[in-house]
């Protein structure tokens, strides 16, 4: 599944590989943008989010990769586990912290 779409300004774009997103997952994802936007201090451009099932595992079986244009250098972040909302709000964090890393006021 792909999806792209513009929330408020950011190019939203979801790659979901080899299955499909259901819609309350895709508004969590777009309530991740949102959190970003808020807790960051400059403008964000794009975020990408690459979600992906891994077939041959029983464990940690699925991935979650954030990549979030912004000016300067772009955060990105990736989380491994078993549970898709957990890994999600792991990977948003772990963006918003680079982000107010790198701008942090001296």
Known sequence: MHYNTNIDGVQLEIHAIDFELDESFLNRIEAAVARIRR??????????????????QSTN?????IKVG?????????????DWL????????????????????D
């Open 39 to 56: 807790f960051s201090s400059v403008d964000v451009i794009y975020a990408t989010f690459f979600l992906r099932r891994e077939p041959n």
């Open 61 to 65: 079986d699925k991935s979650v990769h």
């Open 70 to 82: 912004i000016p300067g250098r772009d955060p990105f972040a990736a989380e491994k586990g078993s």
């Open 86 to 105: 957990q890994l999600l709000k792991n990977a948003t964090e772990q963006v918003i912290k680079q982000i107010q890393k790198q701008y942090k006021k």
